[in-house]
């Protein structure tokens, strides 16, 4: 009888959480013994912890590059450990005019960089972070780069039995998401169209929401926090999804809604367009007017279109093919 292969161990590192983070640790934990690690805290005790659970592994997996993604492939380097980091958007960024993204700043841009030279391979979601990194760094960068696209689990995004005419975006609230998200562009577009609701859904950060609510028409609704579970429902009714960002390193929330048969509108910046194809409405950026008249044309669209929504999301952005790639890439790196 063969003897059965024991797994590999794989350290994951990351510094905040979100539902995508978890998602990929879920796919990891399939096919790896996995080491968790929070790196949010920072100092002395987190580096004697990370070079603990790095002699315990094969590998380490960041997501998103910063000084925890930093730490992790310089003491990998130094172990002789292979590391990769898994790129989602505001590492990859740089928008100086709104402070937005990891190379706005001298902290984040060092950490950033540090992370880039030493990590082993660069997973970004898209084609267009791809992009990004190599303007944002160099070409240097192209031999490290392999694009995981971003993936979901239609499974649990479905669609519910009736749709109503409600345009919906989700997002935290603060000062920058309402530049690099669009947030103030969605409220002002609500003005040319009094009799639809518009719903935002999204925590407060930083008391920010004040501003939107003081250019905001009655007939938007501010939801607040909703637990990721419980958005389905909101997915479900809504006929309309919006994307309305500068700056969009995927966009989970669009494919999530596209999963449910919202029709989208999205701007024509970061992958968004590619995301969409010819299922939805494509606007400029901070445009109001012109994204109301996009919005009009998605609630009096076919229930059709929003089915072309969801089948467009299973074939090109399912769970199994971000588990296969990922999985197999890793298996090389370690051998």
């Given at each position: 009888?063969?003897?059965?292969k ?7 590192v ?7 983070i978890a998602?990929d640790?879920r ?5 790896f013994?996995?080491?968790r ?8 005790t987190?580096?004697i ?5 790095l ?12 000084w ?7 003491i ?6 292979k590391?990769?980091?898994i ?14 993204g ?7 841009k ?10 082993d391979?660069i997973?970004?979601?898209?084609d ?5 990194l ?10 490290k780069?392999?694009v ?14 009736t ?8 997002s935290?609230?603060?000062r920058?998401?309402i ?10 577009t ?5 009799n ?6 999204g ?15 009655q ?10 579970e419980?958005?389905?429902?909101w ?5 309309v999804?919006?994307q ?7 966009g ?8 449910c048969?919202c ?9 968004l367009?590619?995301?969409i194809?010819?299922?939805?409405f ?19 669209a ?11 999301i299973i074939q090109?952005?399912p ?5 296969r790639e990922?999985?197999?890439?890793i298996?090389k790196?370690?051998g």
């Open positions: 009888m063969m003897k059965k024991s797994k590999k161990t794989v350290l994951f990351y510094s905040f959480w979100t539902p995508f998602r640790l796919l990891l934990e399939k096919n013994n996995v080491i690690m929070d790196f949010s805290k920072k100092g002395l987190s580096i912890k990370l070079i603990k659970y002699l315990r592994s094969e590998i380490s997996i960041s997501r998103f590059a910063g925890h993604a930093a730490a992790a492939s310089v990998s380097r130094l172990l002789n450990k590391s990769v980091v790129v989602g958007g505001t590492d990859a960024a740089c928008i100086p005019k709104i402070g937005y990891v190379f706005t700043t001298l902290k984040g060092v950490g950033a960089k540090l992370t880039y030279r030493y990590v391979l997973l970004p979601i898209s267009f972070l791809k992009e990004c190599i303007n944002n760094v160099g070409g240097h960068l192209i031999s780069i392999r995981i696209q971003n993936a979901f689990d239609y499974k649990d995004w479905v669609s519910g039995n749709k109503e005419n409600i345009v919906l975006t989700v935290h609230i603060s920058k998401r530049k690099t998200k669009g947030l103030d562009t969605f409220v002002k609500a003005r040319y169209l009094p639809t609701k518009f719903v935002l859904i925590g407060d950060l930083d008391g920010s929401l004040k501003e939107l609510q003081a250019i905001a028409p007939n938007v609704e501010f939801i607040g926090p909703v637990p990721h419980k958005i389905l429902l997915y479900q009714k809504a006929k999804y919006c309305l960002s500068l700056f969009e390193g995927f989970n929330a669009l494919g999530e809604a596209m999963l048969e029709i989208p509108v999205v701007t024509n910046s970061s992958e367009p590619n995301i194809g010819n299922c939805g494509i606007v400029p950026y901070a445009s109001p007017k012109i994204t109301a008249n996009a919005i009009q044309k998605a609630l009096r076919p229930v059709d279109l929003g089915k072309k929504c969801r089948k467009k090109d952005y769970i199994e093919k971000r588990e990922l999985i197999s890439i298996q790196l370690v």
